[in-house]
């Protein structure tokens, strides 16, 4: 058997690669053949191809904030691209458990194949705080398509006012990223809240933004600073949004944070008088601790397969399932393919990309991301 002996030849070796890793990608995002086989693999190859999902690699992390990193993902080639405002679904496995957390796109749609996502770390936050520690530049994470209806419409429109808390920036940046790169720029107003100078999220980028375009004004309002800042100081006011942006009554806005801090913007909006129809809203929860909203141990039954358990850990239903030697159907694990779904007979089950409960009667769920509360039936 012959070896590679010169640098030549590793050369060699290396540049094939480069140039049939591209077409192995385009070609294993066209199938869809649920064989754990197959799957297996395809990713022993390279751990980013994939026969039924989305998967990426992580090529930048970048440190925004003391407690804020954003990572640059490169998915493979079967993610389909993303509005700006739109949302993802990350899946990792911690201690030996897979959770699934969705966080906003923070990049703008033009960034050459590449998404990002901006954390901030959440006080007792078992995923925002593990990516921090943890992830790094090449390894490779699970992600579901792009969703959400907190997007910018294709036709963007001539004048916007964006308003943004904390770490509910993210999806705003992608929208701001956007349409800074347009040929018809929209005449812009960015006015954005936080704790502290150290606080800012996107503080140098959006300073930037503003200098090199006309069409667009950033007013940063920071709660806590000493006497270098310059800049509006404490909490969203009526008189702060009439300095910065008199016309708000009669243009699209698009807000993003907290829940009590797009409380207090929209009680003033309707206290302004302002049009809500023009009003696009998001409440911004940086991954769901799911956990914290669990005090006991929850019994679930599967009623088809006559199995019965008790939950005391954080896995989801379809995990719980597999872990008891069942075997349902389900593609993404993400909550985006519908693959999974199932009819929930009884009890309430937690959505772990958004923290909801259900009812408590009859529904269909999709148990790739619900976590029993309670005791729970599902028909699997």
């Given at each position: 058997?012959?070896t590679v002996t010169?640098?030549a030849d590793?050369g060699?070796?290396?540049?094939?690669?480069r140039i049939a890793?591209p077409?192995?990608?385009w070609?294993?995002s066209?199938?869809?053949?649920?064989?754990?086989?197959l799957?297996?693999?395809?990713t022993?190859?390279?751990?980013?191809?994939?026969l039924r999902?989305v998967?990426?690699?992580v090529?930048?992390?970048h440190?925004e904030t003391h407690?804020?990193?954003t990572?640059?993902?490169?998915?493979n080639?079967r993610f389909?691209?993303?509005?700006p405002?739109?949302f993802l679904s990350l899946?990792v496995v911690i201690?030996g458990?897979?959770?699934?957390?969705s966080y906003s796109?923070?990049?703008?749609?033009a960034?050459?194949?590449?998404v990002a996502i901006?954390v901030?770390r959440v006080?007792?936050?078992?995923?925002?705080n593990?990516?921090f520690e943890?992830?790094a530049?090449?390894?490779?994470?699970e992600?579901?398509?792009?969703?959400?209806q907190?997007?910018?419409?294709?036709v963007?429109p001539a004048?916007i006012l964006?308003?943004?808390?904390?770490?509910g920036?993210?999806p705003?940046?992608a929208?701001?990223?956007h349409?800074?790169q347009?040929?018809?720029r929209?005449?812009?107003?960015f006015l954005h809240?936080a704790?502290s100078?150290?606080?800012?999220i996107?503080?140098?980028?959006?300073?930037?933004?503003?200098?090199?375009s006309s069409s667009?004004d950033?007013?940063?309002?920071v709660?806590?600073?000493?006497s270098?800042?310059t800049?509006?100081?404490?909490?969203?006011?009526?008189?702060?949004?009439?300095?910065?942006?008199?016309?708000?009554?009669?243009i699209?806005?698009?807000?993003c944070g907290?829940a009590?801090f797009?409380a207090?913007?929209?009680?003033a909006?309707e206290e302004?008088?302002?049009d809500?129809?023009h009003?696009?809203?998001?409440?911004?929860?940086?991954?769901?601790?799911v956990?914290?909203l669990?005090?006991?141990?929850?019994l679930?039954?599967f009623?088809r397969?006559?199995?019965e358990t008790?939950?005391s850990?954080q896995?989801?239903?379809l995990?719980e399932?597999?872990?008891?030697?069942?075997r349902?159907e389900h593609g993404?694990?993400?909550?985006v393919?519908g693959?999974?779904?199932?009819?929930?007979n009884?009890?309430?089950v937690?959505?772990?990309?958004?923290?909801l409960?259900s009812g408590?009667?009859?529904?269909?769920?999709r148990?790739?991301?619900?976590?029993?509360?309670g005791?729970?039936?599902?028909?699997l």
């Amino acid at each position: 058997m012959s070896t590679v002996t010169s640098i030549a030849d590793v050369g060699t070796l290396a540049r094939a690669g480069r140039i049939a890793l591209p077409l192995l990608d385009w070609a294993t995002s066209r199938l869809s053949v649920d064989s754990a086989r197959l799957e297996k693999l395809v990713t022993r190859v390279e751990p980013t191809l994939s026969l039924r999902n989305v998967r990426a690699r992580v090529v930048g992390i970048h440190l925004e904030t003391h407690d804020t990193k954003t990572y640059v993902l490169k998915p493979n080639g079967r993610f389909r691209g993303f509005r700006p405002g739109a949302f993802l679904s990350l899946r990792v496995v911690i201690d030996g458990e897979p959770v699934v957390r969705s966080y906003s796109i923070s990049s703008g749609p033009a960034s050459s194949g590449l998404v990002a996502i901006t954390v901030k770390r959440v006080d007792g936050g078992a995923v925002s705080n593990w990516l921090f520690e943890n992830l790094a530049v090449g390894d490779v994470v699970e992600i579901g398509q792009a969703q959400g209806q907190f997007v910018l419409p294709e036709v963007v429109p001539a004048r916007i006012l964006m308003i943004s808390a904390g770490s509910g920036v993210t999806p705003v940046m992608a929208m701001l990223r956007h349409v800074t790169q347009l040929a018809a720029r929209p005449r812009t107003t960015f006015l954005h809240f936080a704790r502290s100078p150290k606080d800012v999220i996107f503080g140098d980028e959006t300073a930037q933004i503003a200098a090199r375009s006309s069409s667009v004004d950033v007013t940063v309002c920071v709660e806590n600073a000493d006497s270098s800042w310059t800049g509006p100081r404490g909490r969203f006011s009526a008189d702060l949004l009439e300095e910065v942006a008199p016309d708000f009554r009669e243009i699209p806005i698009y807000l993003c944070g907290p829940a009590p801090f797009m409380a207090a913007v929209i009680k003033a909006l309707e206290e302004a008088g302002c049009d809500l129809a023009h009003l696009r809203y998001e409440q911004f929860t940086a991954g769901v601790d799911v956990s914290r909203l669990l005090t006991t141990s929850s019994l679930l039954r599967f009623t088809r397969s006559g199995v019965e358990t008790v939950v005391s850990k954080q896995r989801t239903i379809l995990e719980e399932a597999e872990a008891r030697g069942l075997r349902p159907e389900h593609g993404c694990r993400m909550g985006v393919c519908g693959s999974c779904r199932c009819t929930k007979n009884s009890g309430i089950v937690i959505d772990v990309t958004t923290g909801l409960e259900s009812g408590e009667g009859a529904e269909s769920i999709r148990p790739c991301i619900s976590i029993a509360k309670g005791t729970v039936s599902v028909d699997l």
